[in-house]
């Protein structure tokens, strides 16, 4: 069984703080990347995707992809309270997912 | 463009009991996937549909629940005999083949089983 593993958290950062999340997967071929946010009660929302080494930004958020090293790391810039929520990490066309890390940005 | 529809949004069963969920995708979207979430967990694949052929069941409790995609469309997933354990929220997502394999999800069920 391929797998997918996250730090379940809770993950605390300060308002305005640099909130980093990150992912690593055991298949070495795996192609596709997804990070999602999941509010509470809610389903999950896709919040970027990430195909090649390196970094892709969009916005306040940034994804960052290591092929070599089989992990994929989410960055959250200037983090507010509204970003407080469970991010899930998942992987390939058939997005094994991780059991997500809980985030709690404090006023 | 319209999202992906879940109905019925919440159910309350007995063990022992059926029950159906149905989904219906983005337009275009070929690729349909159900998930199990439980409480605190990750997404659970159940099954991966691309157009109205099954791509992944492994993990699809095949004794008790079945999934269709008639017409490479619609989708509906059943549960028969429902058991405590199957007390999740059941996520469809749906994504297009060619180029982008974003999935976009529906609402969810939320399915109790008593």
């Known amino acids: 069984q391929k797998e997918v593993e996250q730090n379940s958290g809770p993950l605390s950062v300060p308002e305005g703080a640099i909130a980093s999340l990150n992912c690593t997967y055991s298949d070495r071929g795996s192609q596709s990347f997804f990070w999602y946010r999941q509010y509470s009660g809610k389903s999950p929302e896709l919040i970027m995707s990430i195909y090649s080494n390196g970094d892709k930004e969009d916005g306040r958020f940034t994804a960052q992809l290591n092929k070599a090293s089989q992990y994929v790391s989410l960055l959250i810039r200037d983090s507010q309270p509204s970003d407080s929520a469970t991010y899930l990490c998942?992987?390939?066309?058939?997005?094994?997912f991780g059991p997500g890390t809980r985030l709690s940005v404090l006023p | 463009e319209a999202g992906v529809a879940q109905s019925p949004r919440y159910k309350i069963i007995e063990k022992r009991q059926s029950v159906a969920f149905w989904c219906n995708p983005i337009?275009?979207?070929?690729?349909l996937y159900w998930y199990q979430q439980i409480l605190g967990q990750g997404p659970k694949l159940l099954i991966q549909f691309q157009n109205n052929g099954v791509v992944d069941d492994s993990q699809l409790p095949k004794d008790r629940f079945s999934a269709e995609r008639l017409k490479g469309v619609d989708s509906t997933l059943k549960i028969q005999p429902a058991k405590l354990e199957d007390s999740a929220v059941y996520l469809c997502?749906?994504?297009?083949?060619?180029?982008?394999?974003?999935?976009?999800f529906g609402p969810g069920t939320r399915l109790t089983v008593t």
């Open positions: 998942a992987v390939n066309q058939n997005f094994v």
């Open positions: 997502g749906t994504a297009g083949t060619s180029g982008n394999y974003e999935q976009y």
């Open positions: 337009s275009g979207h070929a690729t």
